[in-house]
């Protein structure tokens, strides 16, 4: 990794849809450069993916909170499995401090955000508490 790897990584973050050609211009390098650099960065595991970032209210997901979960050390990766087979869970990690496992978790409204929280995750095998946070607004992505 370089200044130039690092470069590209940047504008890729703001818009991963923005052209090799484009961010040649910006760089004053040629296309063939970028393109060369980000499929050895995507080989590497550097970068995984391109994906969208959603905002949640305008697609009907009014409730977005961001769940500790305690857990018996034993069923840590169990309970990350499970976590991960939900469709309301859109990131899980595994952390040290407060809570071993934070969730994304979107729903349509509290309450259905209460339900997820009560009949999907808090009776997972394993949990032994959930800690929600709701968020009231993304400030930085």
Do not use: Y
Not at 20 to 36: C, G, N, Y
Not at 55 to 83: H, R, T, W, Y
């Amino acid at each position: 990794m370089d200044e130039t790897d690092l470069a590209i990584l940047r504008i890729l973050q703001e818009d991963a849809s923005i052209s090799f050609i484009e961010i040649a211009r910006r760089l004053r390098i040629s296309e063939s450069t970028v393109r060369k650099r980000v499929e050895k960065m995507r080989r590497e595991g550097v970068i995984k993916r391109f994906t969208v970032v959603i905002d949640p209210p305008k697609i009907g997901f009014n409730a977005v909170a961001m769940i500790g979960i305690d857990v018996d050390p034993s069923k840590v990766l169990e309970v990350v499995q499970k976590l991960c087979e939900l469709p309301e869970t859109k990131s899980v990690a595994t952390s040290m401090g407060d809570h071993m496992i934070m969730a994304e978790v979107w729903a349509k409204n509290t309450m259905e955000l209460l339900k997820i929280i009560n009949e999907k995750i808090a009776v997972i095998d394993g949990v032994k508490r959930v800690c929600p946070a709701i968020i009231l607004e993304k400030i930085k992505e």
